[in-house]
């Protein structure tokens, strides 16, 4: 409460001058969503700054026992304040804050203490999120803003995964890359002009998009396929994970990443299965209703346009999953990305991605149940699956954690030999 009393409110005022900073997590999203912000009056800039100076600076602030995402993030705004390109009497830091049992409900506190440090805490804090723990009157989720936000999600879950399957083929390097920039732009013009956002429109952006995709020259070689899963921060964030996605294609490797969808259908699914156990209020199931089929129709249109192109592999809706991870763990396990994260891990290989690399900040207990933890019960249902667990944390070392790596790649190639071999 005292927190609460204290803190300093992003004004309607603030709104016309300062600069919201927000870091970065999964770079294609991001981008689209900083984009939808600007488009409704916010002055946002997304952070992508990297390296090791990020953090040396998250360190001086939150504990290197504490989540290693909260660490990097505060790391990463602090870090902007003292580079000198801001006024600190005309900037904003944004995070969000989950609620419930994952260690990020504190990410707001630990910021606003790192502020307070520095003698910074008059620099407003604004906490996204959609469990009513704080507003501001200068910032308003309005619901043409989340249908905006959402689509932008969307988008970025199919360009990543239509970029990560054609960027390790592409004949003109950097090809691929340069159509994820211009669907951007084109996306984020878009929404500036009030398109591009209702369900019907996204179908059809989704259809151009994966054929703009389809139409990029490739020389199919063979490529080991690696599926990546884990932790929801240091999956998809470069400065996380010491740019893994890059890594693995420099081995030659093609990459795939579940999407965001997926893990916002299951954190509404979620609560659903909690009202059918336990009860619950009946506006609350209706809400969380229409939001699954909302979201279940973006991922069905996705899966859609996907599947017009054969050389792309689809990824299996959320249904699918579900039942797979109901072979092997119970819907109750639901903390960090819960049984989700172990469906990941049995469809990627279902898929023909069968070796994966499973990454989690140390010391987070949820995943290292549902992600380390399920290795075993995973191979007894797939034996073919080759899975790594890669923990990141302060004290980790790159070097340690791609010779791991490397490490799961050769036993891939030795995989592939010996299958090679029986066929003949």
Not at 14 to 21: A, F, V
Not at 150 to 168: E, F, H, I, R, V
Not at 358 to 384: A, S
Request: glycine residues 8%; proline residues 4%; contains cysteine.
């Amino acid at each position: 409460m005292a927190d609460e009393k204290n803190r300093i409110e992003f004004t309607k005022e603030m709104k016309k001058e300062y600069t919201i900073l927000t870091p970065n997590m999964a770079p294609i999203h991001f981008e689209l969503i900083k984009n939808v912000l600007r488009s409704f009056g916010y002055k946002v800039e997304l952070l992508r700054t990297s390296g090791r100076e990020i953090v040396d600076e998250g360190l001086k602030y939150v504990h290197n026992d504490t989540c290693y995402p909260a660490l990097l993030s505060i790391g990463q705004l602090m870090h902007a304040l003292h580079s000198g390109k801001y006024d600190l009497h005309k900037v904003a830091l944004v995070m969000t804050q989950t609620g419930g049992g994952c260690r990020a409900s504190n990410y707001i506190h630990l910021l606003r203490k790192a502020l307070k440090k520095d003698g910074l805490d008059f620099i407003p804090v604004i906490s996204i999120n959609l469990s009513g723990l704080e507003s501001n009157s200068g910032f308003k989720i309005t619901l043409p803003l989340i249908r905006r936000a959402l689509a932008a999600l969307s988008y970025g879950d199919l360009l990543m995964l239509l970029k990560n399957q054609t960027k390790p083929y592409e004949v003109e390097k950097g090809q691929s890359d340069k159509l994820v920039e211009q669907w951007v732009l084109t996306l984020t013009g878009l929404f500036e002009q009030g398109k591009a956002f209702t369900q019907r429109e996204v179908k059809v952006y989704f259809d151009q998009i994966a054929q703009s995709f389809a139409e990029i020259p490739v020389k199919k070689t063979e490529k080991i396929k690696v599926g990546v899963v884990g932790e929801i921060y240091v999956k998809y964030s470069p400065l996380a994970n010491n740019d893994l996605e890059n890594f693995l294609f420099e081995q030659g490797c093609e990459v795939m990443v579940p999407g965001i969808l997926g893990f916002m259908i299951f954190k509404v699914d979620n609560r659903l299965e909690d009202i059918r156990l336990y009860g619950g209020n009946a506006a609350k199931k209706q809400l969380c209703t229409v939001l699954k089929w909302y979201f279940t129709k973006y991922e069905s249109d996705l899966i859609e346009s996907v599947k017009k192109y054969p050389q792309f592999t689809a990824p299996a809706p959320y249904t699918h999953l579900k039942k797979l991870a109901g072979e092997v763990i119970g819907y109750g396990c639901k903390m960090g990305e819960g049984w989700l994260l172990t469906a990941e891990m049995m469809e990627l290989i279902e898929s023909g991605y069968q070796n994966v690399v499973c990454t989690q900040p140390f010391g987070c207990l949820p995943n290292h149940i549902v992600g380390k933890g399920m290795i075993r019960k995973v191979r007894e249902v797939q034996p073919q699956a080759n899975i790594v667990p890669i923990d990141y944390d302060p004290s980790a070392t790159k070097v340690n954690q791609e010779n791991r790596i490397k490490l799961m790649l050769a036993v891939a190639q030795d995989q592939r030999q010996t299958e090679e071999k029986r066929a003949v």
